[in-house]
């Protein structure tokens, strides 16, 4: 069965720090991964995805994830965590017919 | 930011009411869903559509129900709304690029 998990419930960094926010997975065949972010009163807006190729993906506001196929991880980084980065990350699986699992979501902390 | 919108995006409801939560998306993507999340927690899929006159139920039990009419229209109703039905309840849509883009969400209170 197909699942995603986070492991921590929350996250604090300090401004210009870098960050790390971080998913486990387990799927059956070649995994598709993403990461949402979702600001208070907001839907949530997509970040980034891994389906194929470089191990290293890049995405919006500066962000990048690492697929590592042997841990079953799919980490979201930042070099220079920013105040404005503070909000509610997910990581998320698919699965057949282009559903999606979420995983409970890490908060993000920037400390000015 | 994608072409999704919800109305409204705040409802308060008494018990009993019938609503209707309104999702229209202009991207012309065949797939849309419906989840569910509780305040800054996880999103539980409830109902989704591959097309035209296609519904199917999620992975969490629903009382609600939905339709699929037209293409960019996905609404979802609450016959008889109940304080366990206090959520927020979040419309999206993908195209096939794998990636499903979020409208703002509905956050529904029944009293």
């Known amino acids: 069965a197909q699942s995603v998990a986070q492991p921590e419930d929350q996250v604090n960094v300090a401004e210009g720090n870098p960050l790390t926010v971080k998913c486990t997975y387990s799927?059956?065949?070649?995994?598709?991964l993403f990461w949402y972010v979702q600001y208070p009163n907001r839907g949530l807006q997509f970040l980034l995805k891994?389906?194929?190729?470089?191990?290293l993906v890049k995405g919006s506001y500066g962000f990048e994830a690492e697929f590592n196929k042997s841990q079953t991880s799919f980490h979201l980084k930042k070099p220079s965590a920013l105040v404005s980065d503070s909000a509610l990350y997910f990581c998320a699986v698919g699965y057949r017919d282009d559903k999606i699992i979420f995983g409970k979501g890490t908060r993000l902390h920037i400390l000015p | 930011e994608a072409d999704i919108y919800q109305t409204p995006r705040y409802l308060v409801i008494g018990t009993g009411k019938k609503i209707t939560l309104e999702c229209s998306q202009t991207?012309?993507?065949?797939?849309m869903y419906w989840y569910q999340q509780d305040p800054g927690m996880e999103l539980h899929l409830i109902h989704y559509?591959?097309?035209?006159?296609?519904?199917e139920k999620g992975d969490l039990s629903s009382e609600s129900t939905v339709s699929r009419i037209r293409t960019e229209h996905f609404p979802l109703t609450l016959e008889s709304a109940r304080p366990s039905h206090t959520s927020q309840y979040l419309c999206?849509?993908?195209?096939?690029?794998?990636?499903?883009?979020f409208g703002p969400g509905t956050r529904l209170t029944v009293t």
């Open positions: 999206a849509s993908t195209g096939g690029s794998y990636e499903q883009y």
């Open positions: 991207m012309g993507h065949d797939k």
């Open positions: 559509s591959y097309g035209v006159n296609s519904t």
């Open positions: 891994y389906i194929t190729g470089d191990n």
């Open positions: 799927v059956s065949g070649n995994p598709y």
